[in-house]
């Protein structure tokens, strides 16, 4: 390749939400810029086992936005491929890495072992993308580096990891290659987060690739969304329910518990039990106390918030505690529906009309979150399809993710005239409104690349 110009390959999150994966390609170097899971479509989850389009043990080197599956959940079949080098990230991010994989393939192990014990999968023998020895391969290649500081790569290259809200340890990435900067958004944080710092922002991007989640779309403010969450709540109880919370165990599990504590601390709810069943949720929760700069939570408001809770480690408590039919709150992964322990509860509490299921998070096309949103009436649980008649709702002021207000002022500070701009990270609509957007408000024009295309940057 000629070494004046450098190659841009496309490998996720293009064209969709889910999988985040861009190979820089210098010609002397390959740099991967995260490496998530394909989630939601089947035709997406399909793309997990098979191999990328390019040589994986010529990658020389991963660097990481944070933590979030669909930005870390690849690793382990990107090292089961060859690769052989360094895992960059800011220690919040592989500290969740870490957390995140080893569920992850705890959880494909016993979904596994459970599709060959009562043959429900199409695949004989139904085999996990990726085991838990996988993932022992997998975190010695972590490199730990601290944030706001420039950090040698290779002869030429250098990296940049800058604060961005979002969650423990996000940051966007700046990527100085021969002169030219790369700036990689990440996921974008909110400006008034109840748990998290305002984002940073970059000021200056010769090549920005920026996420379009909530492209188009407007949340209101988190505190709007209090009472709306006081009323769900008692309005459940009243009738004699549970409300169910589908939540990330990555920053939106401890957003939630703090709400609740808040609304039971002003007595604007009922003193009823409060689960957080979630393994990694509670291990987060041990990492909120050891990274005290990167959130506002005091170490003293974190021990009373936990102590409220019931917080559920053993599936035995999950495997009872689901049949418990007195009024409560559960908040459980996955976020989207697409597995964890909130399953084994829908599956005995979805027809029960008097619970709540609440989402507070973004639901990717083709989830189970997503299908329920839009009205199915049913949801297939561990192979069988089980009557949902639960009550529905959705708050969207809670998303961890900047809407399009905060996209666009994210990017006021980039004082020269990018050369290309890529939207990525966004279903077709969100990313065409923040294209127009961005037309409209900078001027500059902006670019919708498609999964596994290449982009030659000069």
């Known amino acids: 390749m000629d070494n004046n110009k450098i190659n841009i390959h496309f490998l996720g999150a293009a064209g969709t939400v889910t999988g985040s994966k861009y190979l820089v390609d210098t010609g002397d170097k390959k740099i991967l810029i995260d490496c998530g899971l394909f989630q939601g479509l089947k035709e997406l989850r399909l793309k997990n086992w098979e191999y990328p389009p390019v040589n994986v043990a010529d990658i020389d080197a991963v660097l990481l936005t944070h933590g979030h599956m669909d930005h870390t959940g690849y690793l382990p079949r990107l090292v089961k491929q060859g ?12 500290d969740i890495a870490k957390i995140i994989l080893n569920d ?115 949340h209101p403010d988190e505190v709007e969304a209090l009472p709306q969450i006081e009323k769900l709540v008692n309005d459940t109880i009243n009738r004699g329910g549970s409300l169910f919370v589908p ?48 959130h506002r939570l005091e170490d003293n408001e974190c021990d009373e918030m936990c102590s409220h809770f019931t917080v559920v480690s053993s599936y035995r408590e999950t495997m009872e505690l689901r049949t418990d039919n007195k009024p409560k709150i559960v908040i459980a992964g996955s976020g989207m529906l697409t597995g964890g322990r909130m399953l084994n509860y829908l599956e005995t509490q979805a027809q029960n009309p008097n619970n709540t299921l609440l989402f507070v998070g973004y639901q ?95």
């Open 83 to 94: 690769f052989k080098g360094p895992i960059y990230g800011t220690n919040p991010t592989l």
């Open 104 to 218: 992850s393939a705890k959880i494909q192990e016993q979904e596994a072992e459970r599709a060959n014990k009562e043959g429900y999968s199409k695949h004989n023998p139904a085999e996990p993308l990726y085991d838990l020895k996988d993932v022992e391969k997998t975190i010695p290649h972590f490199k730990g580096i601290p944030q706001s500081q420039w950090i040698p790569l290779f002869d030429g290259i250098r990296a940049r990891f800058q604060y961005n809200g979002h969650i423990l340890g996000a940051t966007y990435i700046e990527l100085d290659v021969h002169r030219k900067r790369f700036v990689f958004s990440g996921d974008i944080g909110r400006t008034n987060d109840l748990l998290l710092f305002p984002p940073l922002k970059p000021k200056k991007a010769d090549v920005l690739f920026i996420e379009s989640t909530y492209g188009g779309r407007f």
């Open 247 to 294: 939540s990330f165990s990555v920053e939106r599990a401890q957003l939630m518990m703090l709400i609740f504590w808040k609304l039971l601390k002003e007595k604007k709810i009922p003193k009823i039990q409060m689960i957080m069943d979630s393994p990694m949720g509670a291990s987060v929760l041990e990492l909120f106390h050891r990274t005290r700069d990167w």
């Open 364 to 458: 990717a096309e083709g989830t189970r979150g997503r299908k329920l949103l839009e009205g199915d009436k049913e949801l297939k649980v561990y192979g069988k399809w089980v009557p949902f008649d639960m009550e529905v709702a959705e708050i969207e002021g809670l998303s961890a993710h900047a809407d399009h207000a905060e996209l666009m002022d994210w990017m006021d500070k980039i004082k020269n005239k990018p050369e290309r701009i890529f939207i990525v990270h966004g279903e077709k609509e969100s990313a065409e409104a923040l294209q127009k957007g961005i037309k409209e408000t900078y001027g500059w024009d902006a670019e919708i690349p498609q999964l596994y295309t290449i982009e030659e940057i000069e």
